[in-house]
C-alpha cells in the first residue's frame, strides 16, 4: 500500500469543451489540485526535503521554516506531519481563511506577516524573517522555495516530463502561472531539451514585476513577485510572458466553474486567460494545456464570493463571451522576455538566503 507521499503526482490532463470553439486549438487543463495536499507544491516540497535528508541538512526532529503565501507551506506542513519534522510557515495578509486552516490542520505554527517591503507586496520581509529564525532555531532548515534552485529541478526532473508522457507527442504549448518561478525555470528547460518546438508561456500578474514592469498592489493569489527569480536561469527558453488582470482571472475561475464543471485557484485562471487567447490563433490540430496549479475550495470564500467581489469593486459577470473578448484583446507584454529581465543578484544576499549557493544544482 502507497503512503500519501507515493501519491504525490501522476496528475490527470482533461479537455475542455464549453468554452473553446470547434475550429480553435484544443485546451486542457492538468490538474495539480489531485496531489494529496491540493496543489502542484507538493512537488518541489517532496523533492526539497529528501534532497536536503539526502544531504544530512535535515535532522530527524528537525523544524522546516519557510515563506509561502499557502500552498507550499501547505505542503510542507503535510509532508513535515508524516515525517515528523515541526512546521513554521511565515504567511501574509493575502492567505485566505482556508489556507490558514489548513496549515493549522496539519499541526504548522503560522506567523502572519503584515509588514510591506519596498514593493507593496510581503515577499521580501516574510523571507527575511524566515531566514532570521533558520538562524536562531537549532537544527531548522530552510526549503528557500524562492531562491533554491532545487524547486525548478523538482519540475525539471517530474512535472515537466510526466506532462510531455502523457500528451503522446500532441503538444504544442504550455501555460504557466508564475511566482517563484519553479514551475516555469523547470519546464522551459526541460522542453528546451527535448521537445524545443513546444512554446513554453508565462503568465505574471499586472502589478507583479517578474518580468519587469510597473510594481503595483494586485489581489491574484499565489502569483507574482518583485524581481526574476533565479529559479528562471535562462529567460531565453521563454517564448512569450502575458500579464493578466485580477478581474479577468478571477473571471475566467468563475466561468471555469458554471460551464467546465472545474473548480481551480486564482492561478489556474490567469492561465486560462492566456490559453483562451492562444487557442483563438492556433487550429484544431494543436494543443494547449495548462498547469491548473490548485484547487478552487481554497479561494470560495474570496474569487467565488460576490460580497468579497464586491468589497474588491471587481466585477462577478459569469459570461463566457466577456471573457473570449478579453481574452482576444489581451497582448504579450513580452516576446522576447531577456529585454526585461529583473534580476536581482544581491537579493538573496541582502536577505541571508541559506541557498544562494546553490546555484548550479540543476546539473548536479
Ligand atoms: C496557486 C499557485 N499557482 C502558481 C504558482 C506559481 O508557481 P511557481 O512558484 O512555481 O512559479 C504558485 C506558487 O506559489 C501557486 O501557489
Not at 202 to 214: E, I, K, L
Request: proline fraction near 5%.
Amino acid at each position: 500500500m502507497r503512503t500519501i507521499l507515493e501519491a504525490i503526482g501522476n496528475s490527470p490532463i482533461v479537455r475542455l469543451q464549453n468554452i473553446v470553439m470547434k475550429d480553435e486549438a484544443q485546451l486542457c487543463l492538468k490538474l495539480e489540485r489531485t496531489n494529496p495536499g491540493g496543489s502542484i507544491k507538493d512537488r518541489p516540497a517532496l523533492y526539497i526535503i529528501e534532497e536536503a535528508q539526502r544531504r544530512g541538512w535535515l535532522r530527524p526532529g528537525g523544524t522546516l521554516i519557510e515563506s509561502s503565501s499557502g500552498n507550499f507551506g501547505i505542503s510542507l506542513a503535510m509532508i513535515g506531519a508524516i515525517k515528523g519534522y515541526r512546521a513554521i510557515i511565515l504567511v501574509d495578509p493575502k492567505t485566505t481563511p482556508v489556507n490558514l486552516a489548513m496549515l493549522k490542520a496539519f499541526g504548522a505554527e503560522v506567523i502572519v506577516v503584515t509588514e510591506q517591503d519596498d514593493s507593496g507586496s510581503y515577499h521580501k520581509t516574510r523571507i527575511a524573517l524566515a531566514n532570521r529564525l533558520h538562524r536562531e532555531i537549532p537544527n531548522s532548515f530552510r526549503p528557500d522555495q524562492c531562491f533554491n534552485p532545487w524547486n525548478g529541478q523538482a519540475h525539471y526532473r517530474k512535472t515537466a516530463s510526466e506532462l510531455y508522457g502523457q500528451c503522446g507527442g500532441l503538444l504544442d504549448a504550455v501555460i504557466l502561472a508564475v511566482s517563484t518561478g519553479g514551475q516555469v525555470g523547470g519546464f522551459s528547460r526541460y522542453f528546451r531539451e527535448y521537445a524545443p518546438h513546444v512554446k513554453i508561456i508565462a503568465v505574471d500578474a499586472v502589478g507583479s514585476t517578474v518580468f519587469g514592469g510597473n510594481a503595483h498592489a494586485y489581489l491574484l493569489p499565489g502569483m507574482g513577485l518583485s524581481w526574476t527569480p533565479s529559479n528562471i536561469d535562462d529567460l531565453n527558453r521563454i517564448d512569450e510572458v502575458y500579464k493578466v488582470a485580477d478581474e479577468d482571472a478571477f473571471m475566467a475561475c468563475r466561468v471555469l466553474a458554471r460551464r467546465e464543471g472545474l473548480l481551480c485557484g486564482g492561478s489556474t485562471g490567469a492561465a486560462l486567460v492566456v490559453a483562451l487567447k492562444l487557442a483563438q490563433r492556433m487550429e484544431p490540430d494543436r494543443r494547449i494545456v495548462c498547469i491548473a496549479a490548485d484547487n478552487g475550495e481554497r479561494y470560495l470564500p474570496t474569487i467565488y464570493d460576490d460580497g468579497w467581489m464586491h468589497e474588491c469593486g471587481l466585477s462577478v459577470d459569469i459570461n463566457v463571451d466577456e471573457l473570449r473578448r478579453r481574452a482576444s484583446e489581451l497582448e504579450p507584454f513580452s516576446t522576447h522576455p531577456p529585454e526585461t529581465a529583473n534580476y536581482r543578484p544581491e537579493l538573496a544576499e541582502s536577505l541571508d538566503s541559506p541557498s544562494h549557493h546553490l546555484c548550479c544544482a540543476h546539473d548536479q
